[in-house]
């Protein structure tokens, strides 16, 4: 409705930013974080901004707004929206667009909404500030954008705080406030993101659907390209700063011509050979274990599990579903409350005081944010030495030569790592020390917990093939706990499948992952994106079509 | 961000002037006898003798050399701060560090404890104790780091709950380590540069206190030279225009804006670290 | 809102045991006195009658929860015993006394907050400014200063070489209002120079702490003006860091009046416990030492108070 009174000609782009610089601070230095990228973005289209981390696409996302967050500097190029040029533009120019003409869509929406106000006032602040709407127009406008973007109660919803709605409907809301003056141009910064992937497919859809109906043009930033390949028209693939091929949808998915796209595309395929049943007796055996943190409702309820020699369990469900606090129980950290846990037979001590430094030594963990798993202050020596030291006695001479044969073995050159501190590392080799440290103990099962989700998907496939590769050499057994059904495609063994502190479904992996399933594996495996255009409006038809024939559906916990 | 580092690259000239000054009143102090004219507590003169070249900066009181006294207040009030620091920090360190290591009831009974004692003012709780158990110098240090360790405890607990939640204290605990290894080896070193810039803190702030109760008379007892009774006893010649008597007050305020300065700057230093 | 109730009867509860913890140890104080301690104080002079006449104005002679009891019961009834120096009793010592410190404690804390908070968040504003940071260098130096420091040099400057205010605050109950308040300009301006320093930084380190957070982000990005910004989104969510601050410092200012009376030999609370504590009159000390902290604790249990009060996670719960 805002594009009427422009005078522009329609072919003209609605948003133009040619050889586009960003620089970020780092100390006394200013940084190229972006390099001269050329961005352009027609009225009603969707492109897709993807990227790994630091390849600058949050910051070029923003710089469609004329705004840089604190720290960093729009350094050279222009942006034109609309026949304005944003770059240098006062404050108050680019403020008359903000929110306007031009709306943004957070990450995190938790954070985004101001904890202080109810959503619905939110969302009119904008229209009513700007003049577009009237309180009253546009509280009901907000109804009718919350009901469109299938939120529950859509009349009520809006007069609740942020705390007092889920992470799924607030995403939601968000996406309903920054439509809220009709804007020609949306940016979605990783808005789905922080969700679990059942709920992901609906905020995808609502998304979709409303962008869609309000022939509103809009900058989709996501890490994953499956993703994009159902929202957008064209993408943009970045790679640090610089963009490294540009396509419409159907071209980047199926005609992918540089080496980086294939490889990013290629991600998911990765596959470990069937290893057939288990042989002997399982190493580990869970029996009727329920557990609770102090005075809360029960997280886990009578789960059983086995984990054989050299096998792979993964185990996988969403956030709440008990699967860390398995983990945790497992190790010691949580003693359950009933049911009771045998390593190779023999029953495990429930708390982790009562278990001797052997048990310790066979069972070992690895963590989902190698930045936090590892000690700042420690060199690379010290931490991998230090479990050889404690279990094994090492000193000395046998201690520095076994800590270098466990970096050979993690891929790190010993001569270059062995003295760095962890801060000198990158997501990767961090994680790679973490593994060696585990290594270090010689163990029989190590627990592997979302060790790929904080890593971009490059380095998490290399991850995942070190870790085969070292079960393969050292016969090693491992727990792997994931909300990512990619993963556990390529890594299981035997599937457990997780939902609210039970265990649902379990199984060898192409018993799990074949029909029939259950419900809930159901759910989960169709709400994975799938790297095929198209793909989200087939399921939703598909869900669509089961509803219409009077089956049961079942949805996310969030609806 | 941008601003802290724009800051930190032009604040360097007040940290450094925090140094120095440091240096100085380190220096005067260990040097004490040798830069002083006459003996700490010797009479030389009558009572107020106005500046002149025998006496730079008059005489107190009871005749004694005013430059001299200054110079001994210097040694004898910074020494017995920064003995209190070290003690303070060293029960409040160990406790906060304990506390937040074992969890549960100890931290809770620890915890508790410090509430009650943080909440009485420390100048009047101090003022309580000193009445009832005198004000012996060993009692003073005792009694004022005791009460200033709740505050180290409050911030060693706080720095050190940041530090445990880490999984990397997980990973120790897992692997069977001790407490006390894991205080020592885990917690400590990250716990370090805030507890740096709080040593600074409250240096100054023990100091001020010391010189608030010497002031107050109920400090460091005569005939030892410190500078909040020093203030006192020659009040009187501030009615008469004269401001000799501030000397000793501004030493106190020199020297705590100098380690306040250092500490701004070290601040600002491993907050720049941080953002990397 | 049951869960907010239930919240601030905690906090409230918990104050209240504090208090009488604190009460304890200021008795139990009294127990240290070792048995020539008595003779320390009264002198070597004192006969075998004086030392039992004090051990029994102490109520030494009796059981010590007895005398606890006794104690307490009287504070309870506004019976604070009488003073070991001249027989009279504290509550009339301490009345008009009482009225005093308030008085120099509110018209320090009338100017000092409003300043603080105005100056701290233009700083926090305007940060990276020179104003910001001579800000930072005068506030930074100021809360160095010990008291009487400053004390002194505003007596020296303005008292005796300006001749504009009294050096001595000798204020009585015959004096007028604005009387009162010329002869209190010189103690209460020492009290907010050294307040609002403090106030200050605090003020400032909340607001930048705020203006970080990711919904100030969208605000911006919503197109609306800084002040809007300032108003609407920072404010609510400021009010809570801010109560803290004020509430931190007017606690602080309680134990700065100390100090300050002193100096200006002000008829207040901190110079008659300053003087009870010089002569050792014990109860007088104790009257005015459990006044001093059942302030503080009062004003750290407003602040508690306050802040779980504006919190609209707690205000409108789930």
């Known amino acids: 409705m805002n594009s009427g009174d422009s005078t522009t000609d329609v072919r003209e782009p609605l948003l133009k930013m040619t050889g586009l610089r960003i620089e970020g601070q780092a100390g006394e230095r200013w940084n190229e974080i972006v390099r001269g990228v050329d961005v352009v973005l027609h009225r009603g289209e969707v492109l897709g901004l993807i990227g790994e981390s630091g390849a600058g696409k949050s910051t070029i996302g923003l710089a469609a707004m004329g705004y840089a967050r604190p720290g960093c500097r729009l350094s050279g190029g222009d942006i034109v929206f609309d026949g304005m040029e944003l770059r240098g533009a006062p404050e108050d120019r680019k403020r008359d667009l903000r929110g306007v003409r031009i709306a943004y869509v957070a990450q995190s929406a938790a954070a985004a909404f101001n904890p202080a106000h109810r959503l619905i006032d939110q969302f009119a602040e904008a229209p009513v500030h700007h003049g577009v709407k009237s309180r009253a127009e546009a509280e009901a406008d907000a109804k009718d954008l919350y009901r469109r973007l299938q939120l529950p109660y859509p009349e009520q919803i809006g007069y609740r705080y942020p705390h007092q709605v889920s992470g799924g409907q607030l995403q939601r809301a968000m996406t309903a406030m920054a439509m809220s003056c009709r804007p020609d141009l949306i940016v979605f910064d990783e808005p789905t993101t922080a969700l679990d992937v059942t709920t992901q497919i609906e905020v995808l859809a609502a998304i979709k659907d409303v962008v869609r109906h309000l022939d509103a043009a809009a900058i989709y930033i996501t890490h994953d390209l499956a993703v994009v390949a159902q929202m957008a028209d064209r993408i943009m693939v970045l790679r640090y700063g610089d963009l490294v091929e540009e396509g419409t949808a159907d071209q980047i998915i199926n005609r992918p011509r540089e080496k980086y796209t294939r490889e990013l595309l290629a991600v998911r395929t990765y596959r470990k050979p069937d290893a057939g049943p288990p042989s002997e007796a399982p190493l580990l055996r869970i029996e009727g274990v329920s557990a609770r943190y102090s005075r809360s409702a029960r997280v886990l309820e009578d789960v059983d599990l086995e984990i054989g020699r050299r096998r792979t369990v993964a185990v996988v469900g969403e956030s709440g579903s008990g699967k860390s606090t398995l983990a945790r129980v497992i190790t010691g950290l949580l003693p359950p409350e009933e049911g009771r846990i045998f390593f190779e037979g023999e029953a495990l001590p429930p708390a982790l005081p009562g278990r001797n430094r052997e048990m310790l030594r066979r069972l070992q963990m690895i963590y989902q944010m190698p930045d936090t798993a590892l000690n700042p202050r420690q060199r690379l020596r010290d931490i991998i030495g230090r479990p050889l030291a404690f279990y094994l006695g090492l000193t000395g001479r046998k201690r520095e030569d076994r800590v270098r044969e466990l970096l050979e073995m993690i891929e790190l050159d010993p001569d270059d790592f062995i003295d760095r501190y962890p801060t000198e590392l990158s997501g990767g080799q961090k994680q790679r020390v973490c593994i060696a440290r585990a290594l270090a103990a010689q163990p029989d099962l190590i627990i592997c917990d979302e060790v790929t989700s904080a890593l971009d998907q490059l380095v998490a496939e290399e991850i995942l093939k070190l870790l085969q590769r070292l079960q393969d050499e050292l016969h090693l057994s491992y727990m792997f706990i994931t909300h990512d059904l990619a993963t556990v495609r390529a890594i299981s063994d035997e599937i457990v499948v997780m939902l609210q502190g039970r265990i649902v479904e379990q199984g060898a992996r192409n018993d799990v992952l074949t029909p029939p399933h259950h419900e809930y594996t159901n759910l989960l495996l169709s709400s994975v994106p799938e790297m095929k255009i198209g793909w989200l409006d087939r399921t939703l038809a598909e869900r669509e079509k089961r509803r219409a024939r009077g089956e049961q559906v079942m949805e996310s916990a969030d609806r | ?276 | 809102m049951t869960q907010i109730l239930t919240m601030v009867a905690q906090r409230l509860a918990l104050g209240l045991l504090t208090l009488f913890v604190v009460s304890l140890i200021i008795f139990l104080g009294v127990e240290l006195l070792p048995g020539d301690l008595t003779q320390a104080i009264l002198g070597q002079a004192a006969t075998e009658e004086t030392v039992a006449a004090f051990r029994r104005e102490l109520k030494l002679d009796l059981p010590p929860h007895e005398r606890y009891v006794a104690w307490l019961g009287g504070i309870l009834q506004g019976d604070l015993g009488h003073s070991l120096a001249n027989k009279r009793a504290i509550t009339e010592l301490m009345g008009v006394r009482l009225w005093n410190t308030l008085f120099l404690a509110f018209i320090s804390a009338a100017v000092a907050v409003p300043l603080a908070l105005g100056l701290g968040i233009l700083a926090a504003l305007y940060r990276g400014t020179p104003y910001d940071r001579a800000v930072n260098i005068v506030t930074l130096s100021s809360i160095s200063f010990p008291e009487f420091f400053v004390a002194y040099i505003l007596i020296l400057v303005l008292a005796v070489q300006l001749g504009w205010f009294p050096s001595i605050s000798n204020i009585g109950e015959e004096l007028g209002f604005w009387e009162r308040v010329y002869r209190s300009i010189l103690p209460a301006l020492t009290l907010t120079l050294v307040v609002v320093a403090h106030m200050m930084r605090m003020t400032r380190a909340a607001i930048i702490n705020l203006m970080a957070s990711p919904y100030i982000e969208m605000a911006n990005l919503k197109g609306l003006p800084r002040v809007r910004i300032i108003v609407r989104h920072a404010l609510p969510n400021a009010l809570a860091p801010i109560i803290n601050v004020v509430v931190i410092n007017l606690a602080y200012l309680v134990v700065g009046v100390v100090i300050v009376e002193v100096v200006f030999v002000y008829p207040g609370l901190g110079q008659l416990l300053i003087d009870a504590v010089r002569t050792r009159d014990i109860p007088v000390v104790q009257a005015t030492g459990l006044f001093f902290a059942a302030a503080y604790i009062l004003l750290n249990l407003t602040a508690d108070v306050l802040s779980i009060l504006t919190n609209p996670r707690l205000l409108h719960p789930r």
């Open chain 2, 1 to 276: 961000m941008q601003d802290a580092l724009r800051l930190l690259g032009n604040s360097p000239w007040s940290a450094r002037l925090g140094m120095l000054v440091v240096l100085f009143y380190v220096v005067v102090a260990i040097f004490a006898p040798v830069l002083t004219p006459y003996g700490e507590s010797e009479i030389v003169a009558a009572e107020y003798e106005p500046w002149s070249s025998e006496f730079l900066l008059g005489t107190d009181n009871l005749g004694r050399d005013m430059l001299t006294r200054l110079i001994y207040g210097a040694r004898n009030t910074i020494g017995i701060a920064l003995i209190t620091t070290v003690l303070a920090f060293l029960i409040g360190c160990v406790a906060g560090f304990l506390a937040a290591t074992l969890g549960g009831w100890a931290d809770q009974a620890i915890g508790r404890v410090v509430d009650v004692l943080m909440a009485i003012p420390q100048l009047i709780f101090a003022l309580l104790i000193l009445t009832i158990v005198g004000t012996a110098i060993p009692i003073l240090v005792v009694v004022i780091a005791v009460l200033d360790s709740t505050r180290v405890f409050r911030l060693s607990r706080a720095v050190a709950m940041n530090i445990v939640v880490m999984d990397y204290v997980e990973v120790a605990r897992l692997r069977g380590e001790g407490l006390w290894w894991i205080m020592r080896r885990e917690v400590l070193p990250n716990a370090l540069p805030p507890l740096v810039a709080e040593f600074g803190l409250r240096f100054c702030f023990v100091f001020l206190l010391l010189s608030a109760l010497s002031f107050l008379g109920l400090g460091i007892q005569p005939p030892t030279a410190d500078w909040g009774s020093m203030v006192r006893d020659n009040a009187t010649l501030i009615t008469f225009g004269d401001f000799t008597p501030i000397l000793p007050a501004a030493s106190i305020a020199l020297l705590t804006v100098g380690v306040n300065f250092i500490v701004d700057w070290f601040l600002h230093q491993t907050a720049g670290l941080k953002d990397e």
